[in-house]
T-cell receptor
Framework: DADVTQTPRNRITKTGKRIMLECSQT?????MYWYRQDPGLGLQLIYY???????NKGEISDGYSVSRQAQAKFSLSLESAIPNQTALYFC????????????FGPGTRLTVL | GNSVTQMEGPVTLSEEAFLTINCTYT??????LFWYVQYPGEGLQLLLK?????DKGSNKGFEATYRKETTSFHLEKGSVQVSDSAVYFC???????????FGQGTRLTINP
């Protein structure tokens, strides 16, 4: 079984809809991250969380919110989706001891029409 | 601010060719440097890393040397295989910082 899972893997939605992307991990890591990937732009950090009570904004948090429901779960929400949020979204985890290595989920491809 | 610049892709090579993917960085201190690889349909995986100047990271036949004088961390492999086809990301993390800064990625295609 994969250590970091994301659901859904693909989603098509309409402008203005609320969308939630979910991430679960079995690695026992405290640190979790949400990134978006756009062609030619690499990965940009949206939000990150160092434990259940510690959530921080990344580079591009506007239009997004997150919830850390448990150590193993970190959800990303788009309150009112817009077309320029069409992208590939990745969740990642790392442990406290070695922040260098992040473990990524398989990604969620989101299309906003 | 910190940034990472990779060579433009896509890169297409024949099997057994020599590979170089250039990466240069801008940082205020002495960051740790990384190469991540993304195979089709998958998330990113750490390929190799180097944490200080002159360190060489290596894995699966790939190598990269941390060059402080040229602020570079170029990825090399002596003989590529079709299975190396993927997108490669260079990244850095400043000492004491909590997040990675990624380059834009370079798509590599290896033809048999």
């Amino acid at each position: 079984d994969a250590d970091v899972t994301q659901t859904p893997r693909n989603r098509i939605t309409k402008t203005g809809k609320r969308i939630m992307l979910e991430c679960s991990q079995t690695k026992g890591h405290d640190r979790m991250y949400w990134y978006r990937q756009d062609p030619g732009l690499g990965l940009q950090l949206i939000y990150y969380s160092f434990d259940v009570k510690d959530i921080n904004k990344g580079e591009i948090s506007d239009g997004y919110s997150v919830s850390r429901q448990a150590q193993a779960k970190f959800s990303l929400s788009l309150e009112s989706a817009i077309p320029n949020q069409t992208a590939l979204y990745f969740c990642a985890t790392s442990d406290d001891g070695s922040q260098d290595t992040q473990y990524f989920g398989p990604g969620t491809r989101l299309t906003v029409l | 601010g910190n940034s990472v610049t990779q060579m433009e892709g896509p890169v297409t090579l024949s099997e057994e060719a020599f590979l170089t993917i250039n990466c240069t960085y801008t940082a205020t201190g002495y960051p740790s440097l990384f190469w991540y690889v993304q195979y089709p349909g998958e998330g990113l995986q750490l390929l190799l890393k180097a944490t200080k100047a002159d360190d060489k990271g290596s894995n699966k036949g790939f190598e990269a040397t941390y060059r402080k004088e040229t602020t570079s961390f170029h990825l090399e492999k002596g003989s590529v295989q079709v299975s190396d086809s993927a997108v490669y990301f260079c990244a850095l993390r400043e000492k004491g910082a909590q997040k990675l800064v990624f380059g834009q990625g370079t798509r590599l295609t290896i033809n048999p």
